[in-house]
């Protein structure tokens, strides 16, 4: 093949100039997504474990791209320091109090930086400020979580498995209940005894509200009502009458020298058991008592 013919040279510089082309055309793409071309400041945020995050992965302010991971470093052994290189258009919306947390980018994505957008009163972040952070979830620890669970499922359904079979082989108080048809008997015996019941005490109330009966004359009937208070009355004033009686018997002359001897002797009687019990009274007698002797 001639390698210094007119043609030949042509087609080279074509080709050459286009490998430039797409050469620089990919520079420029990859600076344009690594932010080299736009003005952009630092922020840091620290995490236990960073899941798989990588140099180069996005981060992301209300759901957009405004910045990717610049460093991962290791502080020690329980914190890792992550730095964002975030353009600087998007600055004026960030807040002080902003919270970093880790994301994905679908369910399968590569990992990603999510921030927060913060209070409305809180100061805008500054230029290399450090942001506070939220520990993202484990995967692991929750396919162990979900391991756990399931292995109680599994022996909640077993058992259950074993309760069925003891109800259909009609064992225990709910299997006999299903399958024994003298309890069912029972119970629609006693639900029909309980109808009546409920029916009698229908009836009788029914004849209560009538009047009928003595409860419901008693309830009903106002005459009967007027009678009972008219007895009441007559018992009450019979009961004064015989007071009344009593104390005329005791203020009658013949009776009189009886009932105030009576209370002589009672009142006494009363003295003498006041005397007995007061320890001065009976102190001052026992001192005579032993004078005289």
Same mark, same amino acid.
């Given at each position: 093949?001639?390698?210094?013919?007119?043609?030949?040279?042509?087609?080279?510089?074509?080709?050459?100039?286009?490998?430039?082309?797409?050469?620089?055309?990919?520079?420029?793409?990859?600076?344009?997504?690594?932010?080299?071309?736009?003005?952009?400041?630092?922020? /840091?945020?620290?995490?236990?474990n960073v899941s798989g995050l990588q140099v180069g992965n996005n981060v992301r302010f209300s759901g957009i791209n405004v910045g990717v991971v610049d460093k991962i470093n290791i502080i020690n052994d329980s914190t890792v320091n992550v730095q964002m290189l975030i353009r600087k258009n998007v600055n004026q919306f960030i807040k002080s109090d902003a919270i970093v947390s880790?994301?994905?980018?679908?369910?399968?994505?590569?990992?990603?930086?999510?921030?927060?957008? &913060?209070?409305?009163?809180?100061?805008?972040?500054?230029?290399?400020?450090?942001? !506070?952070?939220?520990?993202?979830?484990?995967?692991?620890?929750?396919?162990?979580?979900?391991?756990?669970?399931? !292995?109680?499922?599994?022996?909640?359904?077993?058992?259950? /498995?074993?309760?069925?079979?003891?109800?259909?082989? &009609?064992?225990?108080?709910? !299997?006999?209940?299903?399958?024994?048809?003298?309890?069912?008997?029972?119970?629609?015996?006693? /639900?029909?005894?309980?109808?009546?019941?409920?029916?009698?005490?229908?009836?009788?109330?029914?004849?209560?509200? /009538?009047?009928?009966?003595?409860?419901?004359r008693l309830i009903q009937d106002t005459t009967m009502a007027v009678n009972i208070n008219q007895t009441l009355v007559n018992l009450e004033r019979s009961s004064k009458g015989m007071e009344e009686t009593i104390e005329a018997v005791q203020n009658s002359f013949l009776l009189r020298g009886f009932f105030k001897k009576k209370a002589k002797e009672e009142e006494k009687e009363k003295k003498a058991a006041e005397k007995n019990t007061d320890p001065e009274i009976k102190a001052v007698e026992i001192k005579a008592e032993n004078e005289n002797q």
């Open positions: 093949m001639e390698t210094h013919t007119k043609k030949y040279k042509v087609r080279l510089g074509l080709f050459t100039a286009g490998g430039i082309v797409l050469f620089i055309i990919a520079i420029f793409f990859i600076g344009k997504q690594q932010n080299m071309f736009d003005p952009v400041f630092k922020l /840091s945020s620290n995490f236990y880790l994301g994905s980018d679908g369910m399968i994505g590569d990992k990603l930086l999510l921030i927060s957008q &913060g209070s409305k009163d809180a100061p805008i972040v500054e230029e290399g400020q450090h942001i !506070g952070s939220v520990e993202p979830i484990e995967i692991d620890a929750i396919i162990a979580s979900l391991n756990v669970t399931a !292995g109680h499922a599994e022996i909640i359904s077993k058992e259950l /498995s074993e309760i069925m079979f003891q109800v259909n082989s &009609g064992k225990g108080t709910l !299997g006999k209940l299903i399958h024994d048809s003298s309890i069912a008997d029972n119970i629609s015996q006693s /639900s029909d005894n309980l109808k009546r019941s409920s029916k009698g005490l229908t009836d009788i109330m029914a004849h209560i509200n /009538s009047g009928k009966g003595t409860l419901g």
